[in-house]
């Protein structure tokens, strides 16, 4: 839920942001939210935790962002993390990676698209599944410390789902 740059230096992050999960065949759709805090490090390194919680799951994690290209037509940043989740009674984990570019196309408005995978397995059955995403979204400036964020999750295997999230993030700004 942001674009390819990073999180100032010395500056904080929050996000709060709903979130549909589209069921395949016979399942129900899921909504939950997600909260955020994050904090930036360097002019290109950011860190942040995450909780996100439904009905019967709930995940926390964490992940570092690298801002690779920077101030060229089009931002490229590279983001690696882990998260713990709990399923029904049943604890699973697993590590993210995302490649994500972004570019802005009017004054206030970022466009961006990234290649998001995750590689989870439960602790009990060590059942394991990857899950693959292609996720373009916007991020409009509505004021100096507020950002209104929306993307869509596009599945690109058997198991992976579709999901749609909209939130704002909020900047606290370094003096």
Excluded: C
Excluded at 52 to 60: E, S, Y
Excluded at 162 to 167: A, Q, R, T
């Amino acid at each position: 839920m942001n674009s390819a740059e990073t999180i100032n230096k010395g500056n904080y992050k929050l996000m709060a942001n709903p979130i549909m999960v589209f069921g395949k065949g016979d399942a129900d759709n899921e909504t939950g939210v997600a909260l955020v805090g994050g904090y930036g490090f360097g002019h290109r390194f950011d860190v942040e935790a995450k909780l996100a919680v439904f009905d019967n799951v709930r995940f926390f994690g964490a992940d570092a962002e690298y801002w690779l290209v920077k101030d060229e037509p089009v931002d490229v940043s590279v983001i690696g993390g882990f998260h713990l989740g709990r399923h029904d009674g049943e604890n699973s984990k697993g590590f993210d990676l995302t490649a994500l570019a972004s570019g802005q196309v009017a004054d206030r408005l970022e466009l961006y698209g990234g290649l998001d995978f995750s590689r989870n397995s439960f602790d009990n059955s060590g059942f394991n599944y990857k899950t693959l995403h292609f996720v373009p979204g916007i991020e409009y400036k509505i004021g100096d410390k507020v950002d209104f964020v929306t993307e869509l999750g596009l599945a690109l295997n058997d198991d992976s789902s579709h999901y749609f999230s909209i939130g704002f993030a909020y900047y606290v700004r370094a003096r």
